[in-house]
């Protein structure tokens, strides 16, 4: 099994600064990686795909980038409802899931 | 646009079979290229995938559970249903049923999430 940890577990941001969020697979996953938020009560939704395309009606100020290990979402400049949890997850073998990163109000 | 919503006993007894049914809205289950999830969460816990149905019936199931899950679809009802058998306490979680992209494995479409308790 691929597991995918993510870093930080919390990570507490101001309004209109920059989050960077890390994420890192077991083994090399190629850019089988997606990205999802998820608020509370809520579903996840699907944010980035292959690692670096955005999904449908996603704002640009979400982005996605690596390869291999060691991936990065980024958010350029964090909006209120920005404050989530976001969970990585791979396809390169099955499908696993990060355990998290929680982004709340600095 | 495509809706899902599951359905089911929120609450199973320990041992007992824990059974989910997911109707899906706005588009056809027999759409080529997508495969229908279901993915759970523990209370205040990350995700976890269960399994994944095509229309036709081929199934593939998360190793760790494969030996207690079941997943059929009916396409004349626009659903998918989960079964977990022997069911305990550890598998108290919310379970989310979703849409899977058949040839890269991300999930672009959620229902709300359905709470089920195992507890006698």
């Known amino acids: 099994e691929i597991v995918m940890t993510q870093s930080p577990a919390t990570l507490s941001v101001s309004p209109g600064e920059r989050a960077t969020l890390s994420c890192r697979a077991s083994?090399?996953?190629?850019?089988?990686l997606a990205w999802y938020q998820q608020k509370p009560g809520q579903a996840p939704r699907l944010l980035i795909y292959?690692?670096?395309t955005r999904a449908n009606g996603i704002p640009a100020r979400f982005s996605g980038s690596g390869s291999g290990t060691q991936f990065t979402l980024t958010i350029s400049s964090l909006q209120s409802e920005d404050f989530a949890i976001y969970y990585c997850q791979q396809y390169s073998n099955w499908l696993t899931f990060g355990g998290g990163t929680k982004v709340d109000i600095k | 646009q495509l809706q899902l919503q599951g359905s089911g006993p929120g609450l199973v007894k320990p041992s007992e079979t824990l059974s989910l049914t997911c109707t899906v809205s706005?588009?056809?289950?027999?759409?080529?290229?997508?495969?229908w999830a279901w993915v759970r969460q523990p209370p205040g816990k990350g995700l976890e995938w269960i399994g994944s149905?095509?229309?036709?019936?081929?199934?593939d199931y998360n190793p760790s559970l494969k030996s207690r899950v079941t997943m059929s679809v009916d396409t004349s009802k626009n659903q998918f249903s989960l079964k977990l058998r022997s069911a305990t306490a550890a598998d108290t979680a919310v379970y989310f049923c979703?849409?899977?992209?058949?040839?890269?494995?991300?999930?672009?479409?959620w229902g709300q999430g359905t709470l089920v308790t195992v507890s006698s």
């Open positions: 083994q090399s996953i190629s850019t089988n």
């Open positions: 149905i095509y229309y036709s019936g081929s199934t």
């Open positions: 292959g690692a670096s």
């Open positions: 706005g588009g056809s289950i027999s759409s080529i290229g997508y495969y």
């Open positions: 979703a849409r899977r992209d058949s040839s890269a494995w991300f999930l672009d479409s």
